[in-house]
């Protein structure tokens, strides 16, 4: 049997490495956490620059060292470029982490991918990078490998913890609000694929969710980053405006809490409004936004069987509807590893080993996809992101947006007032 037969697709390399680093975990090889807040030079010295620091970071460079050779020799790619290439990237996404770990930057909600973003465009558009730099990239098998990560932390008993008012908000918003994204975006003609990410970024949890349907199609990665920008961008004055916006209208803190939490679509954001607001509409705005964060699976899985339906009856040039058996070869299979992962955590996975390792496997997923959108930067020309000559996905992420808003505040009043 020749080398060339064993190659893997990049789905079930995903689905091996994931589990592989969970096995690593749940066997008591746990990396440790690296701390990368800090507030002056003196904290960035002492805390995030210490030995011991700098000893976490390299311990988890490593493990996610060796993942990456691991996954290039399944996959059949140049492993020479690729210990060359990787290093790299881990320290330009370090240096990332350590931006967004500042506590001036952390005021204003600024998430570690967008500085990983930014620092990769500015290198890809300012030096010209090799080929061979650029095909040792594997984008999507970072986001993948990060997204079976993100299993762990989707677990059903939790569900009932979120309250059945919270519950039935998210799935009412969810649905309403995703449904009427893509129909704007069928309206304005934009295509599948963006219609897609958008809808999902909307209506579910913004740049988590953008990326669970980007990797659940085999998403474009600029349409991916346009669409990750768009919710960074609205989600700072959202976060400012709206707790101000419910305390002119009166309303109570579950209610806000309600509204903040099923209208903002990053949690970080949705934490520092509910904050500006009090204790308990901090604790029902993450209820909420919790409510929706769960639906992810779900939505990425449907989303799956939705568009490798419609791949297959593009090819087939819509003469014959698709087989099972098509149906099943075009499934992306990490959604598979996603599943097994988070029911694993659910009713396998005793309550005390869950407990010490989800820090570790919660860092180490927020790490692949950091690693993801650096090379997203580095593989992206600024023109290509930001010369948007069709402005419609802009016009329908705005239209989308106030409909999620007005449609979650009416639910927030009618289930929480």
Same mark, same amino acid.
């Given at each position: 049997?020749?080398?060339?037969?064993?190659?893997?697709?990049?789905?079930?390399?995903? %689905?091996?490495?994931?589990?592989?680093?969970?096995?690593?975990?749940?066997?008591?090889?746990?990396?440790?956490?690296? /701390?990368?807040?800090?507030?002056?030079?003196?904290?960035?010295?002492?805390?995030?620059?210490?030995?011991?620091?700098?000893?976490?970071?390299?311990?988890?460079?490593?493990?996610? @060292?060796?993942?990456?050779?691991?996954?290039?020799?399944?996959?059949?790619?140049?492993?020479?470029?690729?210990? %060359?290439?990787?290093?790299?990237?881990?320290?330009?996404?370090?240096?990332?982490?350590?931006?967004?770990?500042?506590?001036?930057?952390?005021?204003?909600?600024?998430?570690?991918?967008?500085?990983?973003?930014?620092?990769?465009?500015?290198?890809?558009?300012?030096?010209?990078?090799?080929?061979?730099? *650029?095909?040792?990239?594997?984008?999507?098998?970072?986001? *993948?490998?990060?997204?079976?990560?993100?299993?762990?932390?989707?677990?059903?008993?939790?569900?009932?913890?979120?309250?059945?008012?919270?519950?039935?908000?998210?799935?009412?918003?969810?649905?309403?609000?995703? @449904?009427?994204?893509?129909?704007?975006?069928?309206?304005?003609?934009?295509?599948?694929?963006?219609?897609?990410?958008?809808?999902?970024?909307?209506?579910?949890?913004?740049?988590?969710?953008?990326?669970?349907?980007?990797?659940?199609?085999?998403?474009?990665?600029?349409?991916?980053? @346009?669409?990750?920008?768009?919710?960074?961008?609205?989600?700072?004055?959202?976060?400012?405006?709206?707790? @101000?916006?419910?305390?002119?209208?009166?309303?109570?803190?579950?209610?806000?809490?309600?509204?903040?939490?099923?209208?903002?679509?990053?949690?970080?954001?949705?934490?520092?409004?509910?904050?500006?607001?009090?204790?308990?509409?901090?604790?029902?705005?993450?209820?909420?936004?919790?409510?929706?964060?769960?639906?992810?699976?779900?939505?990425?899985?449907?989303?799956?069987?939705?568009?490798?339906?419609?791949?297959?009856?593009?090819?087939?040039?819509?003469?014959?509807?698709?087989?099972?058996?098509?149906?099943?070869?075009?499934?992306?299979?990490?959604?598979?590893?996603?599943?097994?992962?988070?029911?694993?955590?659910?009713?396998?996975?005793?309550?005390?080993?869950?407990?010490?390792? *989800?820090?570790?496997?919660?860092?180490?997923?927020?790490?692949?996809?950091?690693?993801?959108?650096? /090379?997203?930067?580095?593989?992206?020309?600024?023109?290509?992101?930001?010369?948007?000559?069709? *402005?419609?996905?802009?016009?329908?992420?705005?239209?989308?947006?106030?409909?999620?808003?007005?449609?979650?505040?009416?639910?927030?009043?009618?289930?929480?007032?």
């Amino acid at each position: 049997m020749s080398a060339k037969s064993l190659v893997l697709s990049e789905d079930w390399v995903v %689905v091996i490495l994931g589990l592989g680093i969970i096995a690593l975990a749940l066997f008591g090889i746990v990396a440790p956490v690296p /701390s990368f807040g800090w507030s002056d030079t003196n904290e960035l010295s002492s805390k995030v620059l210490s030995l011991g620091n700098l000893g976490a970071m390299g311990l988890q460079f490593i493990l996610v @060292y060796v993942t990456a050779i691991i996954g290039a020799i399944l996959l059949g790619k140049n492993l020479k470029a690729l210990l %060359v290439v990787f290093p790299l990237v881990y320290f330009l996404t370090l240096f990332a982490l350590v931006l967004a770990g500042n506590a001036g930057v952390k005021s204003f909600n600024l998430e570690a991918v967008i500085f990983s973003l930014v620092i990769g465009l500015v290198i890809s558009n300012f030096f010209k990078l090799p080929a061979w730099f *650029k095909e040792a990239l594997n984008t999507e098998m970072y986001v *993948k490998i990060g997204l079976v990560l993100l299993g762990t932390t989707v677990i059903f008993g939790d569900i009932l913890k979120a309250g059945s008012l919270g519950l039935i908000q998210a799935l009412v918003v969810v649905v309403s609000v995703w @449904y009427f994204a893509f129909w704007i975006c069928k309206k304005l003609k934009i295509d599948k694929e963006m219609s897609l990410m958008l809808s999902s970024a909307v209506s579910i949890c913004g740049v988590s969710a953008a990326i669970a349907t980007s990797g659940a199609i085999e998403g474009d990665n600029k349409k991916l980053s @346009y669409v990750i920008s768009l919710v960074l961008v609205t989600a700072v004055p959202m976060m400012i405006f709206m707790p @101000y916006l419910a305390e002119l209208m009166g309303l109570s803190q579950e209610v806000t809490g309600a509204w903040l939490g099923g209208s903002i679509d990053t949690s970080g954001a949705v934490a520092a409004s509910g904050t500006l607001v009090g204790e308990e509409a901090l604790k029902i705005s993450t209820i909420v936004k919790f409510s929706q964060n769960v639906l992810l699976g779900i939505a990425a899985f449907f989303i799956s069987i939705y568009w490798t339906y419609s791949k297959s009856v593009d090819d087939q040039t819509k003469k014959d509807k698709p087989t099972l058996k098509l149906i099943w070869e075009r499934f992306p299979k990490f959604v598979v590893g996603f599943v097994f992962v988070s029911l694993m955590f659910s009713f396998v996975v005793p309550a005390e080993t869950t407990a010490q390792i *989800k820090d570790s496997l919660k860092s180490l997923q927020g790490l692949w996809f950091a690693l993801a959108f650096t /090379s997203i930067g580095l593989e992206t020309n600024f023109k290509d992101l930001f010369k948007q000559d069709n *402005k419609k996905p802009l016009y329908a992420f705005l239209i989308a947006q106030t409909f999620n808003i007005i449609v979650t505040l009416i639910l927030a009043i009618t289930l929480f007032g």
